[in-house]
């Protein structure tokens, strides 16, 4: 049985060697992940540049280490397509350092290697460790919880289409409050652009900003973090708005012909 465990901090980070070595001692782990830190990027694939995967040593029992010059998405199709020798019976991605909370999940690269999972039918679950970026994160709370998570879905599976997006905080074990089943808040990033001059006075920008938090309510995956628990919160690849798909019809209603006379 294989664990494909995939991230987008990168083959060299922490989060990913403590994740790999806690997964071994449950099954086949196979790391394939990006070369270097791919943060962002969300759910990119690359179409215009061969790809190659270089093979990696690896602390702990890691069975398989690859490196891939892409994303994170890259790293789980290639890897599930061409470079596994068996099939992975889970995709694991991460442990991110940083929260994934909210609306993250549509820009984070950690986030799509689970999804990529997803979308080609397996379990899948996405990892992230909870803080401020200047913490010295440990990761191997996260990491022993993950590894029961992995057990049950290994017992169970997941629904179809479906993964779940982990958020651990990142506190003394016995600091965390417990585990709540959540939802995804909402918030967006304010003051992104950063507009600079080079010495030659041609522009340059950086892209960052503030958080601002929309819907951080008790019972999101935001509000959890807040209060000192660990947020699952499943996630699903269809984003239909089924509510409003009942009435889209009557929301535009010059763009339908009219039932038995021509268009105009």
């Keep these: 049985m294989v664990i494909l465990v995939t991230n987008d901090d990168g083959i060299h980070a922490a989060g990913i060697k403590a994740l790999g070595a806690a997964l071994a001692s449950i099954a086949k782990v196979v ?4 070369e270097k830190e791919r943060s962002a990027i969300g759910h990119g694939i690359t ?5 190659r ?10 069975a398989r280490c690859l490196a891939i010059n892409g994303t994170p998405a890259d790293c789980v199709k290639l890897a599930l397509d061409a470079l596994l020798d068996e099939p992975a019976a889970v995709v694991v991605s991460g442990i991110n350092r940083g929260e994934n909370l909210g609306t993250d999940v549509l820009y984070s690269g950690t986030v799509s290697g689970a999804i990529e999972g997803c979308i080609n039918g397996l379990p899948s679950l996405a990892v992230s460790l909870a803080g401020d970026d200047e913490q010295d994160f440990d990761f191997a709370f996260a990491a ?3 590894v ?3 057990r049950e879905i290994l017992k ?11 958020n651990v905080p990142s506190l003394p074990q016995e600091e965390i409050k417990g585990v709540a089943v959540t939802r995804l808040g909402q918030r967006r990033y304010i003051n ?7 010495p030659r006075g041609r522009a340059y920008y950086w892209l960052a900003g503030e958080k601002e938090e929309l819907d951080a309510g008790p019972d999101t995956d935001i509000g959890a973090i807040r209060r000192g628990y660990i947020s699952i919160t499943p996630l699903q690849l269809d984003l239909t708005n089924h509510a409003f798909r009942e009435g889209l019809q009557d929301y535009f209603p010059a763009l339908w012909p009219i039932q038995g006379k021509k268009q105009k």
């Design 53 to 62: 995967a270089t093979e990696m040593p690896m602390d702990g029992p890691i």
């Design 47 to 51: 179409m215009h540049k061969p790809l």
């Design 192 to 198: 992104t652009v950063s507009s600079r001059k080079d």
């Design 148 to 150: 029961k998570i992995v």
């Design 144 to 146: 022993d919880f993950t």
């Design 156 to 166: 169970r599976g997941l629904p179809k289409g479906t993964l779940l997006n982990i």
């Design 31 to 34: 790391v394939v992940a990006p």
